[in-house]
């Protein structure tokens, strides 16, 4: 079973910057897509990022330009680099990963809170 655990959130002053990590359970080698999503209050869960097996990003038109999103074959372990950050980047930032073909799945971790505020 495919287990994800983000890490990295916290409190930050606006303009400051957060690296989140998404640690797998599982070789993320060949997965077919990893990716970060984020919920803020009152508000729908929406793709910040996204990476698939073949590198390819996908960035949420808020955060272009002060995220990047990357990942660790060697360490199972994707990430999300935030720049630049807003208070309007305040959610619960969650790692997402999704398979198809021999083996499908789409699993969610349990979030990272990050605030951003003076």
């Known amino acids: 079973q495919v287990q994800l655990v983000e890490s990295g959130g916290g409190l930050v002053q606006p303009g400051g910057s957060l690296r989140l990590s998404c640690a797998a359970s599982?070789?993320?080698?060949?997965?077919?897509?990893m990716g970060w999503y984020r919920q803020a209050p009152g508000k729908q869960r929406e793709l910040v990022a996204s990476?698939?097996?073949?590198?390819?990003?996908n960035y949420a038109d808020s955060v272009k330009g002060r995220f990047t999103i990357s990942k660790d074959i060697s360490k199972n372990t994707g990430y999300l680099q935030m720049n630049s950050l807003k208070a309007e980047d305040t959610a619960v930032y969650y790692c997402n990963v999704k398979n198809w073909g021999v083996r499908s799945y789409d699993v969610w971790g349990r979030g990272t809170q990050v605030t951003v505020s003076p």
């Open positions: 599982v070789t993320i080698d060949g997965i077919k897509l």
């Open positions: 990476i698939s097996n073949l590198g390819s990003t």
